[in-house]
């Protein structure tokens, strides 16, 4: 579990291994991983519970899950955004929490050698899938960045929904602004509910702000505001992942931040459809 000394042993590792090129995959829809575990529910009403959480090379799968299931903040989620996760971690979750998903791995990491991506886990039916291959790459390792989308059938609506992690300070500003700029570039005109949540690496509150400017370009929202820090590391607290949201009301956000399943606090949101 997720003691500060654990946490500052995995830093070094990671900084260490981050040296080393990563195999990439950039084929446009491989490998893909998705399964269907979702029992009979009832009709839904219009709200919906998001999460977005990055746990941290899937090292701590089964508490990850536990939490998921036993604390009120954040069990019975509508949506499940996952970073930093594998084929068996996702699968796991799924399985064990009556999800559908959708799994693309960004690439093969030299910190443990495993696959590494997002994934979108949902209650409701998923109707299309699309791996978002973001531009540039880490100077260090060559390391791409990904976005995974899935289209979900709630009801009569289908709602865009992206699982995102883009690149660390290690890239320059203007490349990473590029990179935001590139993925609501991919958000369709035919769109009208749309979820954007993720690892965005923003370490500061200045980094927010330029965050939400760019977003607000297709009319999404961080319906996240005020929840505090995601990351607390050694003392030092960053706002690192955030949920975006177009034509949805916010009626309730928080980070709940008790977890021991990894280096990064699950961040959520209730959310109402906007008509």
Same mark, same amino acid.
């Given at each position: 579990?997720?003691?500060?000394?654990?946490?500052?042993?995995?830093?070094?590792?990671?900084?260490?291994?981050?040296?080393?090129?990563?195999?990439?995959?950039?084929?446009?829809?491989?490998?893909?991983?998705?399964?269907?575990?979702?029992?009979?529910?009832?009709?839904?009403?219009?709200?919906?519970?998001?999460?977005?959480?990055?746990?941290?090379?899937?090292?701590?799968? /089964?508490?990850? !899950?536990?939490?998921?299931?036993?604390?009120?903040? &954040? *069990?019975?989620?509508?949506?499940? =955004?996952?970073?930093?996760?594998?084929?068996?971690?996702?699968?796991?979750?799924?399985?064990?929490?009556?999800?559908?998903?959708?799994?693309?791995?960004?690439?093969?990491?030299?910190?443990?050698?495993?696959?590494?991506?997002?994934?979108?886990?949902?209650?409701?039916?998923?109707?299309?899938?699309?791996?978002?291959?973001?531009?540039?790459?880490?100077?260090?390792?060559?390391?791409?960045?990904?976005?995974?989308?899935?289209?979900?059938?709630?009801?009569?609506?289908?709602?865009?929904?992206?699982?995102?992690?883009?690149?660390?300070?290690?890239?320059?500003?203007?490349?990473?602004?590029?990179?935001?700029?590139?993925?609501?570039?991919?958000?369709?005109?035919?769109? /009208?509910?749309? !979820?954007?949540?993720?690892?965005?690496?923003?370490? &500061? *509150?200045?980094?927010?702000?330029? =965050?939400?400017?760019?977003?607000?370009?297709?009319?999404?929202?961080?319906?996240?505001?005020?929840?505090?820090?995601?990351?607390?590391?050694?003392?030092?607290?960053?706002?690192?992942?955030?949920?975006?949201?177009?034509?949805?009301?916010?009626?309730?956000?928080?980070?709940?931040?008790?977890?021991?399943?990894?280096?990064?606090?699950?961040?959520?949101?209730?959310?109402?459809?906007?008509?």
């Amino acid at each position: 579990m997720f003691t500060n000394a654990l946490r500052f042993v995995l830093i070094i590792i990671f900084l260490i291994s981050s040296c080393r090129p990563i195999q990439n995959y950039l084929e446009p829809d491989s490998p893909k991983f998705e399964g269907v575990y979702i029992k009979d529910k009832e009709i839904p009403d219009r709200v919906l519970k998001v999460i977005t959480w990055n746990i941290c090379f899937s090292l701590e799968t /089964e508490k990850a !899950i536990e939490e998921l299931y036993d604390k009120d903040e &954040l *069990n019975e989620a509508d949506l499940l =955004l996952l970073q930093e996760v594998d084929e068996k971690s996702v699968q796991s979750i799924a399985e064990s929490l009556r999800y559908a998903y959708i799994y693309y791995p960004a690439s093969k990491h030299t910190f443990h050698n495993n696959n590494f991506g997002n994934a979108v886990l949902s209650k409701w039916p998923i109707i299309y899938t699309e791996k978002v291959i973001l531009p540039y790459q880490n100077p260090k390792n060559q390391q791409k960045r990904i976005a995974v989308k899935a289209g979900v059938k709630i009801r009569d609506d289908r709602v865009a929904v992206y699982s995102v992690h883009t690149e660390t300070n290690w890239m320059s500003k203007k490349r990473r602004d590029i990179q935001i700029d590139y993925l609501i570039n991919e958000v369709g005109g035919d769109d /009208e509910h749309v !979820i954007i949540g993720g690892d965005f690496n923003t370490l &500061l *509150n200045a980094s927010v702000r330029n =965050l939400e400017n760019i977003l607000s370009k297709k009319d999404m929202v961080r319906a996240t505001k005020r929840v505090g820090y995601s990351v607390d590391f050694l003392g030092f607290k960053f706002p690192m992942d955030h949920i975006f949201t177009k034509n949805f009301r916010v009626l309730a956000n928080g980070i709940w931040q008790g977890s021991l399943a990894s280096d990064h606090f699950p961040v959520w949101v209730i959310l109402e459809f906007d008509d």
